[in-house]
């Protein structure tokens, strides 16, 4: 074996039982990204469809002129409808958006818990009830989006989790079973255990850096491995052999 092979070995040796588990994760979850779309793990086939249904010019106009009756006042208005209601959602310059029902012009935001359920209910496919319903005020690898927001819970094969925000009643996330397993290994993924987010962090850069190290190790050993290197030196000893002085021509 060369020494550009032996000190390859120990290299190769040494790097691949310090990321013996980490390469593991990698291949683990890889696998399991590539078995299960992203389209499921979403829940998308449990979306309730929801054709757009426009708000009638007429109300809107009349709801719109009752609300700056009333001072209500902002930089964006989007006008659709909630739970078969139409409302205004309108979005101030530095404040948090308001949800008001056009018709009577009252603030509907933060919304009720019944109304999150209801909202929750009308987005899942099928006739399910929410079993629990959970006031959310701060963010976790499971939800990262507005607050306040109501965490609704089915109980489906899934066990799927919807997640509306209190301030404009949209669903803002949907948990099950599945994402959460997915989420779990993405973290293991990018080596990022708790938040599941970075994947720019020096300690992925680094054990990447290390496992390319170890294919380029693994790449100088091969010819060694395949006994390449003893064959060339059987070659060369062959060559460099004095004739047989017995031999006949």
């Not at 890889?30 to 992203?38: E, H, K, N, Q, Y």
């Not at 958006?97 to 603030?107: A, E, H, K, N």
Request: proline share 6%; aromatic share 10%.
């Amino acid at each position: 074996m060369s020494a550009a092979s032996r000190i390859s070995a120990k290299i190769h040796k040494w790097l691949a039982l310090l990321m013996a588990i980490q390469i593991l994760f990698w291949f683990v979850s890889g696998l399991f990204f590539a078995v299960f779309p992203i389209e499921r793990v979403r829940s998308e086939h449990v979306w309730a469809e929801q054709p757009a249904r426009p708000v009638s010019l007429g109300t809107a106009a009349d709801g719109l002129r009752g609300l700056a009756a009333r001072g209500v006042s902002g930089d964006k208005v989007e006008l659709r409808l909630l739970l078969e209601r139409p409302v205004a959602l309108v979005t101030p310059h530095d404040g948090r958006p308001q949800l008001y029902d056009l018709p009577t012009g009252l603030r509907l935001s933060p919304l009720s818990m019944s109304a999150a359920a209801r909202i929750a209910e009308a987005d899942h496919v099928g006739d399910l009830r929410a079993v629990r319903v959970e006031r959310i005020t701060a963010n976790s690898p499971e939800y990262r989006g507005p607050l306040p927001a109501w965490r609704v819970d089915f109980d489906d094969s899934g066990n799927r989790s919807f997640y509306i925000a209190a301030d404009t009643g949209a669903v803002t996330a949907r948990r099950s079973t599945l994402w959460r397993v997915y989420d779990f290994l993405w973290g293991l993924h990018i080596m990022d255990w708790c938040g599941h987010e970075d994947f720019n962090s020096p300690l992925l850069i680094a054990t990447t850096f290390l496992g390319l190290v170890i294919i380029i190790t693994g790449i100088v050993m091969f010819p060694s491995r395949l006994g390449y290197n003893a064959w060339r030196r059987r070659r060369r000893a062959l060559a460099q052999s004095p004739p047989d002085e017995f031999s006949t021509t």
